[in-house]
């Protein structure tokens, strides 16, 4: 048993390590320019080992974009009737703005990805079919329509692109940018209005 669990903890290890290395090259050379060969040297493993933990360079580029928006969705925490609650939706923002700081390369990485030009509609499609991504989705604009908010799907994606954009802006200047006070902004703009 022992072993196993060995084995195990040594596989995941080696795989999260092969999807780290894949998002800086992805993000420092380019998707279309990263070939599989560069991912296993860059992982220190052989190609076909590589291989054997993920099947294609677009099955690494879908593992790392899912994964890290998932680890955003682990912050959604909706009350047990699946309707979020005005302090769930405020402490969902918060974390968010949270682990933009406290993740801050991963987060400059990922958006470097998500915004090369072949890669963009690519991960916003995918994005759009991930459960987790619909069910914020959703659950986001019954709040608004609750609130008796117009358009509440277009306010949904309002509220999506704005939360977008401030990361994007965020991560060129992290140092400058008042995120805790944008965060407040936003909090009352969608949450307290």
């Not at 998707?31 to 991912?39: E, L």
């Not at 949270?98 to 998500?114: A, D, G, M, R």
Request: hydrophobic share 40%.
């Amino acid at each position: 048993m022992f072993w196993m669990n060995t084995r195990k903890i040594r596989y995941e290890l080696q795989k999260q390590l092969i999807l780290d290395k894949s998002l800086e090259l992805f993000s420092r050379k380019g998707f279309s320019q990263t070939s599989i060969v560069d991912i296993a040297k860059e992982s220190n493993i052989s190609k076909g080992l590589l291989y054997h933990y993920f099947s294609s360079k677009d099955q690494l580029f879908e593992e790392i974009l899912v994964s890290s928006f998932n680890s955003i969705f682990k912050y959604f925490n909706v009350s047990d009737d699946d309707i979020i609650k005005s302090g769930e939706f405020e402490n969902f923002i918060l974390e968010v703005f949270k682990s933009l700081e406290q993740n801050y390369l991963n987060w400059k990485l990922i958006f470097q990805l998500f915004t090369q030009p072949e890669m963009s509609e690519r991960a916003i499609l995918l994005l759009n079919k991930s459960e987790p991504v619909i069910k914020f989705r959703n659950t986001i604009s019954a709040f608004f329509e609750m609130k008796n908010k117009i358009n509440p799907e277009i306010r949904t994606t309002y509220f999506v692109s704005m939360i977008l954009g401030i990361a994007v802006t965020y991560l060129q200047n992290p140092a400058r940018y008042p995120l805790r006070q944008i965060a407040e902004i936003i909090i009352e703009e969608f949450i307290k209005n």
